[in-house]
C-alpha cells in the first residue's frame, strides 16, 4: 500500500516550510530512511528521510513552494501502484474564514470647506504564521490586499514575498483626474502628478532570488544592528601552549573518535572566561539584565548557500573531548544539511573562527539577543618581542564585539584577558 510523506514538524513555532530541492525523482527506488528532499525554514535547511522503502510514485508539491506542516508531499509505493486519490493534507480543524471586508462608501464632492479624509485600512482578521504576520510588519504589506493560496485561503510565505515582489516590479496605476468643486460653485479639474519615467538603459540589472536563509540573515543582522550599540575590542593570542598540546595529543583523541581541533580549544576557555565573567552570559530586557544559567556556545559555521550558527548545549558541563565529539557532530550535521531547528536555537553566546578562510580579524555582528560574540582570526606564525627578543610563535587576533548596554570597555576586556590567560597556560 502506498504511503504519504507529509512535511514533518521543523520544531516549535515553525508551521510552514519551502521545498528546496528533491533529492529523488517520480520513478525512483528509495531505501528506508534515504534523503527525500530538502525542506527550508526560517532557521535551518534539513533533509528529509523517507520512513518507508519503495518507489517514487507521485510528487505532490514542487520546488520553491511554501506548504504548512503535515502537508502531503508526495507518495511512495510499489512500482506501478496508484497513488492513494486523496493526495491532499489530512483534514484538519477549518481556520475561521475573515468576515468580509465592507466596501467603502463613495466619497462625498470636496469642497475647499470640506477636509478630504482617507478611509482607514482594514484590520486583517484572518489566521496567519508567526513569519508572515513579522513580514507583513516589516513591508508594511496590508494583508487584505494579498490573495492567500494556503488551505481554506490562508496566507502562506511564499504568498506575502510574491506580492511584495509585485509590488515592487508592477507599474504604478496612474491617478485619475479629480472633480474639484470650489466655494464659486464652478468645477474645476485637478490634473494628477506624473511619475518620472526611468529609461531601459538605466533599469535595474538581474535580480536573484533571496532564499529563505539569505532573507532570514539579512533581517536578522539588520535587527541586531539596530537593537545593540556595538563595540569591538581586540586582542592578539600566542597558540603555542595549544599547539604544543594539540600536537601531543591529537592522536589520542582520534583514538576516541573526536578530531581535536583548535575551535574546541577556544571553546573550552570562553566557557572558563564565562563561568568567570557571568554578565556577558545575558540578554538586555526593558525589566533588566537577565544571566543565563546554562552556558550554550554557538558556533558561526558557513554552508554552500549562507551561514547557520549551532549551539553546544551546556557546554559547561563537557571537558575537551566532549567539547570536541560535539563539535565535529554538530559542523558535519551542517555541512551535510541534517541539522534540526533545535540545534541552531537556545544560544547564550556565539564564536565565529572566520580565520579557517584566511581572515586576520574582523568586527562580527551580536547574534540577538546575546550579550556578544567572539571573532577568532587566523592562527599563523609570526614575529613577536617576548622580554627584549625575538622570537617566531603562533599568534591571532581575537576581537570581541558586545552590547555597550550591558558591558563597558573594562568588563569586555577583562574577560577576554581570562580566555586569553586560558589560551596561552594550557596545561
Known sequence: MAIKVVMPEMGEGVVEGTISRWLKQVGESVEQYEPLLEIETDKVTTEATAEEAGTLL??????????????????????????????????????????????????????????????????????????????????????????????????????????IEQRHTQPTPQPQPEPVTLSSGHPVTRSPVHPVTVSPEHAAGEIVPLTNMRRAIAEHMVRSVQTSPHVTTVFEFDFTAVAQHHAAHKAQFARDGANLTFTAYIVTATVEALKQHPLVNST??????????????????????????????????????????????????????????????????SITNHGTSGSLFATPIINQPQCGILGVGKIEKRVKVINDAIAIRPLAYVSFTFDHRILDGKTADDFVSSIKQVIETWP
Request: zero cysteines.
Open 58 to 163: 507521485e510528487i505532490l508539491v514542487p520546488e520553491g513552494e511554501t506548504v504548512d506542516v503535515g502537508t502531503v508531499l508526495a507518495t511512495i509505493g510499489q512500482p506501478g501502484e496508484a497513488s492513494p486519490k486523496n493526495g491532499s493534507a489530512p483534514a484538519k480543524e477549518a481556520a475561521p474564514k475573515p468576515e468580509p471586508i465592507p466596501e467603502p462608501a463613495a466619497p462625498a464632492p470636496v469642497t475647499t470647506a470640506t477636509a478630504v479624509s482617507q478611509p482607514k485600512p482594514q484590520r486583517y482578521t484572518g489566521r496567519i504564521s508567526p513569519v508572515v504576520g513579522r513580514i507583513a510588519a516589516e513591508h508594511e504589506v496590508d494583508l487584505n490586499l494579498v490573495t492567500g493560496t494556503g488551505r481554506d485561503g490562508r496566507i502562506t510565505k511564499n504568498d506575502i514575498l510574491t506580492h
Open 284 to 349: 538586555f530586557t526593558e525589566a533588566g539584565i537577565e544571566l543565563k544559567r546554562q552556558i550554550n556556545i554557538g558556533m558561526a559555521a558557513a554552508i554552500d548557500d549562507g551561514l547557520i550558527v549551532p549551539v553546544i548545549k551546556g557546554a559547561d558541563g563537557m571537558n575537551l573531548l566532549g567539547l570536541a565529539r560535539t563539535i565535529n557532530d554538530l559542523t558535519e550535521r551542517a555541512r551535510r544539511k541534517q541539522l534540526q531547528p533545535g540545534d541552531v536555537q537556545g544560544g547564550t553566546f
